[in-house]
């Protein structure tokens, strides 16, 4: 049993912050990558960022220079900094791990529940 808890999410003004913790846990092997999308409605899921077990970031345009990701290997755990907060930033988003468990030979993505951030105008 794996499972990816998110926390942090919830309503700013624009401009504003907030901050995003995922934290991985259960039968873990290993987390190869970890990564934030959202999906607001009526849209797709769409990519946020990412990191890798190295350290190497990946950002969606959109995002570049207002959010940063982190990771705590240790912890299993990534998180999402986001500054200068847009209201068009507003969607439900989610962890996803991409990872192998104790039982199994081959990795697979895993995603959390999703926490809402709405920021207004």
């Known amino acids: 049993q794996v499972q990816l808890v998110e926390s942090g999410g919830g309503l700013v003004q624009a401009g504003g912050s907030l901050r995003l913790s995922c934290a991985a846990s259960g039968s873990i092997f290993n987390i190869n990558v970890m990564g934030w999308y959202r999906q607001a409605p009526g849209t797709q899921r769409e990519l946020v960022a990412t990191?890798?077990?190295?350290?190497?970031?990946n950002y969606a345009d959109s995002v570049k220079g207002r959010f940063t990701i982190s990771r705590d290997t240790a912890k299993n755990t990534v998180y999402l900094q986001m500054n200068s907060l847009k209201p068009e930033d507003t969607a439900v988003y989610y962890c996803?791990?991409?990872?192998?468990?104790?039982?199994?030979?081959?990795?697979?993505?895993?995603w959390g529940q999703g926490t809402q951030v709405t920021v207004s105008s």
């Open positions: 996803n791990a991409y990872m192998r468990r104790t039982t199994s030979y081959t990795y697979t993505n895993y």
């Open positions: 990191i890798t077990s190295g350290g190497s970031e």
